[in-house]
């Protein structure tokens, strides 16, 4: 059997305006093109209006979670052993 390669992305977190981000980065073609083909993910939180943006096509999109509520799981090992697929998002108790 051949195992489907799923790549995980590096998620690169910043704290600030989503603009001077941009800015910042266009001035660096080199590290912006890393993010904008996809290699890193990009996140930006704005302090000031607490949004948080991701960079989708070379510019900043608010970010809309996929749910609202995590469900939580309370066995642990047997939640990870029934799938061979990546697991969502659980809260363990």
Same mark, same amino acid.
């Given at each position: 059997?051949?195992? @489907?390669?799923? /790549?995980?992305?590096?998620?690169?977190? @910043?704290?600030?305006? /989503?603009?001077?981000?941009?800015?910042?980065?266009?001035?660096?073609?080199?590290?912006?093109?890393?993010?904008?083909?996809?290699?890193?993910?990009?996140?930006?939180?704005? /302090?000031?209006?607490?949004?948080?943006?991701?960079?989708? +096509?070379? %510019?900043?999109?608010?970010?809309?979670?996929?749910?609202? @509520?995590? /469900?939580?799981?309370? +066995?642990?090992?047997?939640?990870?052993?029934?799938? %061979?697929? +990546?697991?969502?998002?659980?809260?363990?108790?």
């Amino acid at each position: 059997m051949i195992d @489907v390669h799923d /790549p995980v992305r590096i998620l690169t977190i @910043v704290e600030q305006k /989503p603009e001077i981000v941009l800015k910042v980065l266009k001035e660096n073609p080199d590290t912006f093109g890393w993010y904008d083909k996809g290699w890193m993910k990009l996140a930006v939180y704005n /302090p000031f209006n607490k949004e948080l943006y991701i960079l989708v +096509n070379g %510019s900043f999109q608010i970010y809309h979670p996929i749910q609202k @509520v995590v /469900p939580k799981i309370e +066995n642990f090992e047997r939640f990870i052993e029934s799938s %061979s697929n +990546n697991l969502p998002i659980h809260q363990f108790n």
